[in-house]
């Protein structure tokens, strides 16, 4: 049974910054690709960033380049996102993803998904 648990959202003033962590229970958490996306009230969930079980980068969404970094640490199962810079827009609720076989930006090629977390970046 695979379980994916969110934490580090949270309230943050526009140009603050937040880290979010995803703890995985994945037996082979080294073999899975790793997504953020985020889904704000209203819209449709989006990609935000992944990464490759080598930590290679996959790519980052354009509205996040330059702010948002993501990591993993396959020691602790863990994958972060540290968020700068943040704006109102970037206002959703947070969520970790993995993918075995897909290495991408689409939602539906992910295999399991975290609750999420929500932050709320005040202007």
């Known amino acids: 049974q695979v379980q994916l648990v969110e934490s580090g959202g949270g309230l943050v003033q526009a140009g603050g910054s937040l880290r979010l962590s995803c703890a995985a229970s994945i037996r082979t958490f080294r073999d899975y690709t790793m997504g953020w996306f985020r889904q704000a009230p209203g819209k449709e969930r989006e990609f935000v960033a992944g990464?490759?079980?080598?930590?290679?980068?996959?790519y980052y969404a354009d509205s996040v380049k330059g702010r948002f970094t993501i990591s993993r640490d396959n020691a602790k199962n863990t994958v972060y996102l540290q968020m700068n810079s943040l704006k109102p827009e970037d206002t959703a609720v947070y969520y970790c993803?993995?993918?075995?076989?897909?290495?991408?930006?689409?939602?539906?090629?992910?295999?399991?998904w975290g609750q999420g977390t929500q932050v709320t970046v005040a202007s």
């Open positions: 993803a993995a993918s075995k076989e897909y290495e991408g930006s689409r939602v539906r090629e992910y295999d399991y």
């Open positions: 990464i490759r079980w080598s930590g290679a980068i996959i």
